[in-house]
T-cell receptor, first 118, second 111 residues
C-alpha cells in the first residue's frame, strides 16, 4: 500500500512569489493534517481536513496560507505571497476517521516539502 | 510554557548502553501519548504509543505518569541504528485531533 506522498520534495522561491504544495494521503484516509517545522522549532499543526471539510484551521499562521481538499482526496497548501519566515519543512499526515472517544488512530506522515524563501 | 517539553540533548552513548528520555506535557486533558522517531531529513515515524500501564516493545519501554504529566522512553542495549531524534507527542481529547510535538531529543549511538 502506498504511503503519504508529497510534492514537490523541495522548493526554493523568492519572497513575494507563490508556491503550492501537494499532499496525497493514504487511500481511504479521511483525516488529513498539515504540519510545519521551522528551523529550530518543534513541528506545529497547521490544519486538519475531514474528507473535504476543514475541521480545524487554528494553526494557520495568517491569510497568506490557503488549503484545499476538493473531493476529499489530495490536498493543496498554497502560500501567497511567500515571506522569509515561511521557510521550513511542511509535512502532511493522514489517518483513518474514528468515532469520538476512540483511541487515537496512527497518523502516517509524508516525507515533507522543504520550502526555502529567499 | 511549551505544551510538550523535552531535553534536546544530544545524548551521545556507546553501543550497548541504556538511555532514557523524559518528556512533560502541559495539557492535562491529553488522552493519547506517543514516541515518534525522526531520522535526519526524513518524516516522523511512530515508534510506539504510550499507555498508562507502561508498555514494552523489544528494547524499548515507555511509561506514562498522568498525575505528573510525564512520559518516558527507555532504550536498552542501544544500537547504531537507534541514532535519530526522538519526538514526544501528545494529542487532545479525541482520536481525530492534531498531534502536539516536542522539539525532540537527539540520540547518537557511537561504536
Amino acid at each position: 500500500e502506498a504511503g503519504v506522498t508529497q510534492f514537490p520534495s523541495h522548493s526554493v522561491i523568492e519572497k513575494g512569489q507563490t508556491v503550492t504544495l501537494r499532499c496525497d494521503p493514504i487511500s481511504g484516509h479521511d483525516n488529513l493534517y498539515w504540519y510545519r517545522r521551522v528551523m529550530g522549532k518543534e513541528i506545529k499543526f497547521l490544519l486538519h481536513f475531514v474528507k473535504e471539510s476543514k475541521q480545524d484551521e487554528s494553526g494557520m499562521p495568517n491569510n497568506r496560507f490557503l488549503a484545499e481538499r476538493t473531493g476529499g482526496t489530495y490536498s493543496t497548501l498554497k502560500v501567497q505571497p511567500a515571506e522569509l519566515e515561511d521557510s521550513g519543512v511542511y509535512f502532511c499526515a493522514s489517518s483513518n476517521l474514528i468515532g469520538t472517544g476512540a483511541p487515537q488512530e496512527t497518523q502516517y506522515f509524508g516525507p515533507g516539502t522543504r520550502l526555502l524563501v529567499l | 510554557r511549551k505544551e510538550v517539553e523535552q531535553d534536546p540533548g544530544p545524548f551521545n552513548v556507546p553501543e550497548g548502553a541504556t538511555v532514557a528520555f523524559n518528556c512533560t506535557y502541559s495539557n492535562s486533558a491529553s488522552q493519547s501519548f506517543f514516541w515518534y522517531r525522526q531520522d535526519c531529513r526524513k518524516e516522523p515515524k511512530l515508534l510506539m504509543s504510550v499507555y498508562s500501564s507502561g508498555n514494552e516493545d523489544g528494547r524499548f519501554t515507555a511509561q506514562l505518569n498522568r498525575a505528573s504529566q510525564y512520559i518516558s522512553l527507555l532504550i536498552r542495549d542501544s544500537k547504531l541504528s537507534d541514532s535519530a531524534t526522538y519526538l514526544c507527542v501528545v494529542n487532545g481529547n479525541s482520536g481525530n485531533t492534531p498531534l502536539v510535538f516536542g522539539k525532540g531529543t537527539r540520540l547518537s549511538v557511537i561504536a
